[in-house]
Every structure is written in structure tokens, then in C-alpha cells.
């Protein structure tokens, strides 16, 4: 596999350089505007995640990359060159469909050497890289099924090898597991990252799925209506999200209200009832004092406490449920947005500890919430 | 669960609809099997007596020889021009934006909204200005009229189903448009061109209205050389022939089947 790996290696060896950037693209359909002057610089080697709901661009953006379409404002480069105005053919791109687009006349062979074929190479060194890359996906010994006698799984490595044996300069994924059963999905999320590792090829990949994202990202772009809300690596997301979008749609959270209390240099004070809570400065940065503001908090940095603990606040036990490696606590509490808030805890004794209707506390350490004005 | 007597009531009048339906179908081409071997000279029913000899008068009749001939040069050649004009024309449809193309298109695809003789009329005038009236030009072109529409109409079907994503994922391995269109598009187009070019020949070879229009003795078609002799004739030959074309058509279509399967060929399944 070292023949993939080093042309990879030959064009992009130092870690930081840019391998694709959008600049302030803008793209339009019609009257609807699919993307805002949107700005994105992916590393050489980088996996890059597009995250966001239905229709927020992510495909738009990806379709950019691979030429499909051209922007209505702004520039795109792949290693440094403008290709606004180069057509896919021609941008050297590995591009993975969501229904993998295997072309169905031709056989597993077939449709990995296509590319190869278009760039004239012979023969022998044809056959050499499609068995290398068969292997790579582990399907050595399928090259000759047609593609509908292949299960999903085996399908999508199909796609992927066909998009891997050109050595892109980019390989574009969007959605590429969403037909996949859910352990299939996750093997398959492995499986893809490895190889992605060992080629070192920049990636990017769009997704709905914000529990993908922040298992397979080094970075995560999150977007919704044509914007980039925020982006930073899986942790800065999951732990920093920006605004109120980014720390609702990525993973659960609890919304308690609370007033702002006080302000101590990098830190803000919020008031959750009885309770102070220290949560980072920066989303209240110009908020005024006594302002009601929304404390948001992931259901494992919920700790439960005696009732009395200082800095808690105070909440009733409304039901468990047993996860396995976990236990769900539901909590009725006063300073909920929702009517109950979600403690995930870790310890096995939490069914005993906790029995529904005892009343506890709640404590949240530092920089463990965020909190955002109201709007 | 039990059926209620109106669910039964209710089946058994659809199973008599569809055996009656059936059988309407299937009656002339029963009454024209049976009456192709019937021995005697007059057109009865039921026959007395079995023979293949009519069979042997169509074969050797020399102008249903020629029509046949006639007919099978003017097929060829109609339906593949047909095809071809057709398929750039479905593309164009599918593919590209242009001006009245809503217009062209209710055209195009509309079918037979102007009658054959119509057609025929028009291209025997045509042919009487330029003096094309004797030769095969004229039949050839009045039938790619005539077939243009269900060509064009095949293929467009098919290449609306064509998922777009082949063609893309094509062009992001690095193939250009001209080599996305020959190693991927027109493959995959395959069963929507051969159904295409198979009905537009199965209609031209059947053609009679306008064909009587546009042939002349040397062109005529098998048709028209059908009619030519019912007119002075009434012998069971014609019944023979009959059963010659439908045989003919049915061994056309198996073969198609075979090779591209039914569905395909009427454009049922989604050509994938
Ligand atoms: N070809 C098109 N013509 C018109 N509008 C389009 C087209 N493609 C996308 N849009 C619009 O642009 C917006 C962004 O679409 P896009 O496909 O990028 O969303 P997405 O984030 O990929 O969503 P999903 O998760 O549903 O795939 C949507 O509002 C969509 O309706
Ligand atoms: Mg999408």
C-alpha cells in the first residue's frame, strides 16, 4: 500500500499546508441562497466533517469542491490553484456518492481501473494498483462480481477504492453511510478512517450525524442556513459550541435558566437558582448584569449531589433507566427549560443511590456548561 | 381473515373482466390462425379440412416477396435514422435549456395527434415537387416521421430514470463529457435505444396508411402489397401471412426479452 500512501506524501509533506479553500463563496439557486460567503481552509491530509441539518449547504459546498457547479461569488482552490473555473474532469478529486454510483454495466475491476484508464496507463500497472487497492478495502478476490452482487457494505469499499486508486487530491464523501444498518455503519466509520490515516488523503465529509462527526473529524465545520457556525475540532465543538445552534444540535444538552451573575476575568458567574455556576466569558462578552441567560450542560457534566452541597441546586428524581455502561436520570427541577433535565452518571450504583423520588442536588464544574443571553 | 360475499362478488366479476378482456384480444388472432390452415380457397369458418398451402402461395407469391423486401429496407433504414435523430433529440430535451423547448417537446412527444394519411398526403406532394415520387427516400423519411415521436419518448424515459450520480462520479475519475458518453451514459441508455429502435421497426413495418400514399409499385410495402391483393383477392394467404407477422413480432420479442428483459424493454423498470 506504500505506492498510494507516497504519492500522497509526495505532494503534501508538511502537515499545516492547505490542501482545498473556499473563500467567501457564495452559491444561488434561483432565488434561494444555498450558501453566504462561506470560508473554509482544509489541511493537507486533514478529515475535515461538514455537520448541519437538512439543507444548510453541506452538499452544495462538497459539489463545489468537485466541480459540479460553479459559485456565484468567491474562490475555490485545491493545493493553491484556482479551479473555479476547471471542470471535475480535470481537478483530480475522488468523490464517494451516497448511493456509491457504481457504474452497474461494469465489474468491481472495471469500475476501479475506470479512472485509471482515462489516464492512460497500461495495463499491467492497471491490474497491479486495483489489486492493491482491493486489498486495501479488503475485498481482494471480488474483482470480478458485477456490483449488484455485492452486499452495501462491500459496495461502498467498491466506491471507495475507485475514488482512492486515482491518489485525489481531495477525496469527497457526503453521506456515504446513511444506507448502511447501524453496526455495518460503525465498522465501516472505522474501517474509513483508518485507511484515510494510512493514505493521509484530505477528506472531506458531509453528514447529518453529529455522533459521526465527532468520532471520525479532526475538524468539524458546523453549518446551518448557508453559514458556518462554528469550526474547531471535535472537542472544542462538543465542549465551546459558539451559540445556542452548535450547543443544541451537537449532542444533548440541558438548558437551565439562570441570570448572569458576575464577571471574574476569564470567567462569567451565572445564577442557577441558589447555585453559582462559572462558565466561559466569551459568548457574554457586553451582556449587562441581572441579564436572564440560558445555561447549557451535557447530561454527563450533570453531577449529582447531596442536597445541601454548596453551589447546587436542588432537583427531584422522576424516573431511571438502566443504559448498561450508564444510567439515565430524569430530573424535575425548577430552573429546567424542559420539563426534565438529563443526568447521565457512570457509576453502577447510581439505581440505588438515586431511587426515583429522591430529592438531590446538582453541581456544575467549572467551564462545564456554556451559557448564552436569551435571545 | 374471511372474505365477505362482496369481496367474492367483487373478484370473480374482475377475473370474468379480465378473461373477457382477454379473450376480445385474443379472438381475431384465433378466428386468422385457424383460418390461415384451412384448406379451401374462400374464407370460411370453421375450416373442413387442414393444409399449409396458403402458407406456400403467400411465400411464393412474388409481390408479397417484394414488399417483404421492400418493407424490411424501409424498416432499417426508418428506424435507425429514427433512433438516431431521436436519441439526440431526447437529449437535447433532457439535458439542455433552450428557447420554446415546452413547444417542441408537446410536439414531439405528443403522439399521432396528425392522422397518417395526413402525413402520407403531405410527403406525396412533397415528393411530387422534387420528383422523388419512384424511389425509397420519400416512404424512408414519411416513416421517421411517423416513428420520431416513440423513439424520442423511449429514450427520454430512460434517461429521465438515468440517475445523474453515474455520469458524475465519471467525470470525478477524470473522464471527459465525450468519454462519459460513450463508456457510461449510452451503456447504460442500451435497453431504452434497442426498445426504442424495436418499436419504431414493428411500427414501420406495419404501416400501411401512409405508406399507401408514399409507395409506388417498385417501394411497396408488405402492407400495401396486402391490400393490393385483398382487393382482388380473398384467399386465406392473407391469413397466413398474418400469422407469419405475428409470429415474427412474438420471436422479435422473446429475443428482445432474453436480452434485455421485458421490463426493460417497455420502460417499466427503472433502468438501473
Ligand atoms: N440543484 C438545486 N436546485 C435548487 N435548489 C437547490 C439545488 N441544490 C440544493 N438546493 C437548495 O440549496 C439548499 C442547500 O442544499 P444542500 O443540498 O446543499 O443541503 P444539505 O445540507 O446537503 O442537506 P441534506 O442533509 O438534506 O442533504 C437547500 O435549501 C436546497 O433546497
Ligand atoms: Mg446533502
Known amino acids: 500500500m506504500n505506492n498510494l500512501a507516497d504519492s500522497r506524501n509526495g505532494t503534501a509533506s508538511s502537515g499545516d499546508d492547505i490542501a482545498v479553500r473556499f473563500d467567501a463563496v457564495t452559491k444561488r439557486f434561483g432565488d434561494a441562497t444555498a450558501l453566504r460567503e462561506v470560508s473554509l481552509s482544509v489541511r493537507s491530509g486533514e478529515f475535515m466533517t461538514l455537520l448541519g441539518p437538512s439543507g444548510c449547504g453541506k452538499t452544495t459546498l462538497l459539489n463545489l469542491a468537485a466541480g459540479f457547479f460553479s459559485p456565484d461569488g468567491g474562490e475555490i482552490r485545491i493545493d493553491g490553484a484556482r479551479v473555479n473555473d476547471v471542470p471535475t474532469y480535470r481537478r483530480e478529486i475522488g468523490m464517494m456518492f451516497q448511493n456509491y454510483a457504481l457504474f452497474p454495466h461494469m465489474s468491481v475491476a472495471e469500475n476501479i481501473a475506470y479512472g485509471l484508464k482515462v489516464r492512460h496507463i497500461a495495463k499491467k500497472e492497471r491490474d497491479r494498483r486495483v489489486e492493491e487497492v482491493l486489498a486495501l478495502v479488503r475485498l481482494a478476490g471480488m474483482a470480478g462480481r458485477k456490483p449488484r452482487q455485492l452486499s452495501g457494505g462491500q459496495q461502498q469499499r467498491v466506491a471507495l477504492a475507485r475514488a482512492l486508486v486515482i491518489s485525489p487530491k481531495v477525496l469527497l464523501l457526503d453521506e456515504p453511510f446513511s444506507a448502511l444498518d447501524k453496526n455495518l455503519r460503525a465498522s465501516m466509520q472505522v474501517e474509513l478512517r483508518e485507511i484515510q490515516r494510512k493514505l493521509k488523503v484530505t477528506t472531506i465529509f458531509v453528514t447529518h450525524d453529529q455522533g459521526e462527526a465527532l468520532s471520525l473529524s479532526d475538524r468539524v465545520a458546523v453549518m446551518s442556513d448557508g453559514r458556518i457556525r462554528q469550526l474547531g475540532t471535535p472537542e472544542e465543538i462538543y465542549r465551546r459550541p459558539c451559540d445556542r445552534f452548535v450547543a443544541s444540535f451537537v449532542g444533548d444538552a440541558n438548558v437551565l435558566r439562570g441570570r448572569l451573575d458576575g464577571f471574574d476575568g476569564a470567567h462569567s458567574t451565572v445564577a442557577v437558582g441558589t447555585a453559582r455556576v462559572k462558565v466561559p466569558e466569551a459568548p457574554l462578552r457586553g451582556v449587562a448584569l441581572s441579564t436572564p441567560v440560558d445555561l447549557f450542560v451535557r447530561p454527563e457534566q450533570l453531577k449529582i449531589a447531596e442536597i445541601c452541597a454548596p453551589s447546587a441546586f436542588g432537583g427531584r428524581v422522576a424516573a431511571q433507566v438502566y443504559q448498561g455502561g450508564h444510567v439515565d436520570l430524569y430530573i424535575e427541577c425548577a430552573q429546567s427549560a424542559s420539563d426534565r433535565l438529563l443526568v447521565r452518571s457512570a457509576g453502577q450504583d447510581a439505581m440505588t443511590r438515586w431511587p426515583v423520588g429522591a430529592e438531590v442536588g446538582m453541581i456544575i464544574g467549572i467551564d462545564d456548561a456554556v451559557a448564552f443571553p436569551v435571545p | ?272
Open chain 2, 1 to 272: 381473515m374471511p372474505r365477505s360475499t362482496y369481496q367474492r362478488l367483487l373478484g370473480f366479476v374482475g377475473k370474468l373482466a379480465v378473461l373477457l378482456i382477454l379473450g376480445f384480444l385474443v379472438l381475431p388472432v384465433a378466428v386468422v390462425t385457424i383460418a390461415a390452415f384451412n384448406d379451401r380457397a374462400i374464407l370460411s369458418f370453421p375450416p373442413q379440412a387442414w393444409s399449409l398451402r396458403w402458407f406456400a402461395k403467400a411465400i411464393a407469391y412474388q409481390d408479397f416477396r417484394d414488399g417483404f423486401r421492400n418493407g424490411l429496407v424501409v424498416t432499417v433504414w426508418a428506424s435507425t435514422i429514427a433512433l438516431m435523430v431521436g436519441a439526440m433529440f431526447a437529449y437535447a430535451l433532457d439535458r439542455y435549456r433552450f428557447r420554446f423547448k415546452k413547444g417542441i417537446e408537446g410536439i414531439l412527444l405528443s403522439p399521432l395527434v396528425i392522422p397518417h394519411f395526413t402525413v402520407g398526403l403531405g410527403f406525396l406532394i412533397l415528393a411530387a415537387q422534387v420528383g422523388w415520387t419512384r424511389g425509397y427516400a420519400v416512404v424512408v423519411f414519411c416513416h421517421v416521421v411517423l416513428v420520431l415521436p416513440f423513439v424520442i419518448r423511449s429514450v427520454y424515459v430512460s434517461l429521465r430514470n438515468l440517475d445523474q450520480s453515474y455520469e458524475l462520479a465519471a467525470a470525478s475519475l477524470g473522464a471527459p463529457p465525450s468519454r462519459v458518453l460513450l463508456t457510461v451514459t449510452l451503456p447504460l441508455l442500451l435497453p431504452g435505444l434497442v426498445s426504442g429502435w424495436l418499436f419504431a421497426a414493428i411500427l414501420s413495418f406495419n404501416e400501411f396508411t401512409a405508406s399507401l400514399f408514399v409507395t409506388a409499385q417498385r417501394t411497396q410495402t408488405l402492407p400495401v402489397a396486402m391490400y393490393n391483393y385483398v382487393r382482388e383477392y380473398a384467399d386465406p394467404s392473407m391469413a397466413a401471412l398474418s400469422v407469419m407477422y405475428i409470429v415474427g413480432t412474438a420471436v422479435l420479442i422473446v429475443f428482445a426479452n432474453a436480452f434485455l428483459g421485458l421490463g426493460k424493454v417497455l420502460n417499466i423498470e427503472q433502468s438501473r
